[in-house]
């Protein structure tokens, strides 16, 4: 079975530019969550979907971010526009509804702001 | 806010010998505590965790700890193999958001052949 994939593994892009991540979850998961690892600091929360609906997006740092999941299935998260200190690691996350509590993480997309 | 406060930020033995790192948490509401594992490169992989039901659990060479009173829980490898290097996060959830994981910032444990 096919683990969480995300794409791509690393962006370098200049500030002001805009970058798309993509994951894709395990099939079947319905919940999938977006985290951000800055250099050094913990994995940070960012928000949580149930299927297509946002749940939780409290960790979203600003608009300009902006996450989608369509259909259910992928997710993408858009920067735009990127500031430095963007750069960092963001991962996904996915879990099937009867949560056990483990989440199966993808190898994450790394980001680099010039 | 919720946090996880995590030490030490980087950890070296000897190998064999044992290794600990130690975490605590600010949500008394936390009932869900991970251990995620992260090689050089690699995604974070679940090695162990324990629900606030019970204060250890153990699993081969690696077990975790738990005291709700004064809310820490901890990692205990025994017997560390070059093998166990790695990255070590710990984390605390509770029931309000379906699994959101609150983090600490890591160990990196190294382990001196």
């Known amino acids: 079975e096919a683990g969480v994939t995300q794409f791509p593994s690393h962006s370098v892009i200049e500030k002001g530019q805009t970058v798309t991540l993509r994951c894709d979850p395990i099939s079947g998961h319905d919940n999938l969550y977006w985290y951000r690892r800055v250099m050094g600091k913990e994995i940070k929360f960012l928000l949580h979907?149930?299927?297509?609906?946002?749940?939780?997006e409290s960790g979203m740092p600003n608009n300009r971010f902006l996450a989608e999941r369509t259909g259910g299935t992928y997710s993408t998260l858009k920067v735009q526009p990127a500031e430095l200190e963007d750069s960092g690691v963001y991962f996904c996350?996915?879990?099937?509804?009867?949560?056990?509590?483990?989440?199966?993480f993808g190898e994450g997309s790394r980001l680099t702001v010039l | 806010g919720e946090n996880v406060e995590q030490h030490p930020s980087t950890l070296s033995v000897q190998e064999g010998d044992s290794a600990v790192i130690k975490c605590t948490y600010s949500d008394s509401a936390s009932n869900y505590f991970p251990w995620y594992k992260q090689e050089l490169g690699k995604r974070p992989q679940l090695i162990i965790d324990?629900?606030?039901?019970?204060g250890e659990k153990k699993d081969q060479r690696i077990a975790v700890t738990l005291n709700k009173t004064a809310k820490h829980f901890s990692l205990h490898i025994t017997e560390t193999q070059p093998e166990d290097s790695a990255v070590y996060f710990c984390?605390?959830?509770?029931?309000?958001?379906?699994?959101?994981?609150?983090f600490g910032t890591g160990t990196r444990l190294k382990v001196l052949a």
């Open positions: 984390a605390a959830s509770s029931p309000k958001g379906t699994y959101k994981y609150i």
């Open positions: 979907f149930v299927k297509e609906s946002k749940q939780d």
């Open positions: 996350a996915s879990s099937p509804v009867a949560a056990t509590g483990e989440l199966f």
């Open positions: 324990i629900r606030s039901n019970v």
